[in-house]
């Protein structure tokens, strides 16, 4: 278990530096997640409650990366939703990992992942946009390991986890290179015709 979670760690860390490039917006977004994954890891590897922290954690963290999903390819989200959005995945979190009930955090998961899902279709970039579906696919993969609730599905969510994570930050990642290169090319456009 433990070599599952020092993966987990790394790619937090990876996913960590892969957001120099983006939106400071969308990058506090991410490195929170990057955060939060990294703290699964270290719950694992110190083996002090790592189920109870993996339902917290895929709970906020999903929300987190939704957040940053549509900074990236929509608009930034206003304050007071992504407050209540937030708020909303921490409590689910906290409550069903002291209740046991994991369904309740799964739903707002799976409501949150199919928010990107939707973003990632109607995402006018299409190589991003499939990058995006893969790591949310990964993510939903990993909300359902929650429900099985033995060592082969804990690892499962670990390694579903790091793939989910990377897939979603290289996906911003790319995007907003993307969108910088076009507006580039459109401002230097005007002024080149100006010049002749």
Wanted: aromatic letters at 6%; glycine letters at 8%.
């Amino acid at each position: 278990m433990s070599a599952f979670a020092a993966v987990l760690a790394l790619a937090a860390a990876a996913a960590w530096i892969a957001t120099k490039g983006v939106r400071p917006v969308i990058r506090l977004y991410l490195r929170f997640a990057c955060v939060l994954y990294a703290a699964l890891a270290a719950s694992v590897l110190l083996r002090v409650a790592p189920h109870a922290v993996a339902v917290m954690v895929a709970t906020l963290a999903v929300a987190l990366l939704t957040l940053a999903a549509f900074a990236g390819l929509r608009r930034t989200p206003k304050p007071g939703f992504a407050a209540m959005l937030l708020a909303g995945a921490c409590a689910a979190g906290i409550w069903s990992a002291a209740t046991g009930m994991i369904a309740l955090a799964v739903v707002p998961q799976a409501v949150c992942l199919v928010a990107v899902l939707t973003i990632a279709h109607r995402a006018p970039l299409r190589r991003p946009g499939l990058h995006l579906v893969l790591g949310a696919g990964a993510l939903f993969a990993a909300s359902c390991s929650l429900l099985a609730g033995d060592s082969c599905a804990f690892i499962a969510l670990l390694l579903f986890s790091a793939a989910g994570l990377l897939g979603v930050v290289l996906a911003l990642a790319r995007a907003s290179e993307i969108l910088i290169d076009q507006q580039r090319a459109g401002s230097v456009g005007p002024a080149v015709r100006r010049v002749r």
